[in-house]
């Protein structure tokens, strides 16, 4: 028996880049040289096969399909629409809603113009960022607006700025090593934020009935040891990394990483629809033992924490987690997709959408399939606690590029890229299938009089 509600929706998400293919005018395409990463060159190709995307979703029986619209594609430069490029993106919302599958729209997947590194060298710790980006989510909005009522401004943002002034994965590739560079990463945080609050007000100005939110990434944080110094960490960066963007989106009020509040502008005061939620797995957090750093460091080290703490771990053998390890090092632990579901919903009463859940292997398929149904089952406990959730979405349709390699193998499908990308599900897809179906069927048979 289940909980959720007969207009649940069952989806895939995917993003631009990674699937595409030759995003010759985003940032990363110029980056991935000059950090000599596997090219992403063609990806899954879907930028040319998109009808072949189309027939896996209906074969998955999904009602719902999350893609991204790459911003170097439709402004190739500053000043310069590619109409063909948007008249594209129209074509595929329009097919998926012939097809009976709601297209949802994301304006910001990690990828930034490359041009737009020239104009902000510091990326979006410049504030300028936020005029050039309202440009384009003006412009792609009014052009898959007639098709397109589901919307999420950013992928990740906590993600994507951690990564591109903190860690320096991504361009422009700061490391916040020093106090100043981490202003930089706050800067780019209440940018982002302020991007967010403004698109959001602009489109609802427009169209009031369009459903706006976020694909945000929270991980279910736990203390690496259960005592009060490990809680607080744990707390801290839980409250910094997952929830202060979100916080400042839904009242207007921004706090930086120092603790400092200030006013955003704007009219609109909630600027989120729905709650998008991206869930991976579980984090363990602890303070830092060797190194006082200075306050404001500290929501960061705590990340680093975690990761020193994993390696100081598996030396000492007291490994953090008792749970299988999928590819990229994440445990599977799906209970932790009902406490963020939880704890997102007591803290904003706002649905809830799983945007994002999934993981990568090459070699242990089952696993995925028990992921998947796992954590399907851990959202529809949240449902029965109370929760209001309006899907899942999983990651993803399609092995991908994932940001820098080949590797890692998220798909339901596989791509053959040796052999005109074939696409061909794996046994995950069929459970995904059997779950949509069984849901389905349910709801049928307690419709019937
Ligand atoms: C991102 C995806 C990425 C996935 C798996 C998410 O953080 O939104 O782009 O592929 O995680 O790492």
Redesign the pocket.
């Known amino acids: 028996m289940s909980y959720f509600p007969p207009d649940f929706l069952w989806g895939v998400?995917t993003?631009a880049?990674?699937i595409e293919g030759n995003n010759v005018h985003s940032d990363l395409w110029a980056w991935e040289k000059k950090r000599k990463w596997e090219p992403s060159g063609a990806c899954a190709n879907s930028w040319e096969l998109f009808d072949e995307d189309l027939a896996c979703l209906k074969e998955l029986g999904v009602n719902t399909y999350r893609f991204s619209v790459e911003w170097g594609r439709v402004f190739p430069e500053p000043d310069r629409i590619d109409h063909e490029v948007l008249g594209r993106y129209l074509r595929q919302a329009e097919l998926l809603n012939k097809s009976g599958i709601l297209p949802m729209v994301c304006l910001h997947?990690?990828t930034n113009p490359a041009w737009l590194l020239k104009l902000c060298p510091l990326g979006w710790a410049d504030e300028r960022a936020i005029e050039h980006f309202l440009r384009f989510a003006d412009v792609a909005v009014e052009a898959l607006g007639p098709q397109v009522k589901w919307w999420m401004i950013f992928?990740?943002p906590n993600?994507y700025v951690l990564q591109s002034l903190g860690t320096g994965h991504f361009p422009p590739g700061r490391r916040a090593i020093a106090t100043p560079v981490t202003g930089l990463l706050s800067s780019a945080m209440k940018n982002v934020v302020i991007a967010h609050r403004k698109a959001y007000a602009r489109i609802k100005s427009r169209r009031p009935d369009f459903q706006i939110g976020i694909?945000h990434?929270v991980n279910a944080i736990h203390p690496y040891r259960d005592k009060p110094s490990h809680r607080r960490a744990a707390e801290r960066w839980d409250h910094f990394f997952h929830w202060s963007m979100l916080d400042a989106m839904v009242s207007g009020r921004f706090s930086s990483w120092d603790g400092v509040q200030e006013a955003l502008p704007g009219e609109h005061r909630d600027t989120l629809d729905f709650v998008g939620i991206?869930y991976?797995t579980r984090v363990y957090v602890r303070p830092f033992p060797l190194v006082m750093p200075p306050l404001n460091l500290i929501p960061l080290y705590s990340e680093m924490e975690f990761i020193t703490g994993r390696f100081l771990g598996s030396l000492i053998g007291t490994r953090q987690g008792d749970r299988p390890r999928e590819d990229?090092g994440?445990e599977v632990y799906p209970e932790g997709l009902r406490e963020v579901a939880v704890k997102a919903w007591r803290r904003y009463s706002k649905p809830i959408l799983i945007t994002?859940n999934?993981m990568?292997t090459t070699s242990n398929e089952p696993l995925r399939s028990e992921y998947l149904s796992g954590h399907v089952r851990a959202l529809d406990e949240s449902v029965r606690q109370g929760v209001r959730a309006l899907g899942y979405l999983h990651?993803?349709l399609l092995d991908?590029?994932?940001?820098s390699t080949y590797r890692?193998r998220?798909g339901l499908y596989s791509v053959d890229r040796a052999d005109g990308f074939k696409r061909a599900p794996k046994p995950a897809a069929g459970v995904y299938r059997k779950i949509i179906e069984a849901h389905r069927l349910s709801q049928a048979g307690a419709a019937r009089p």
Do not use: L, P, R
């Open positions: 998400s993003s880049y990674q997947h990690f992928n990740e993600v694909a990434n991206n991976y990229m994440h994002e999934g990568a990651w993803s991908n590029y994932e940001w890692m998220f």
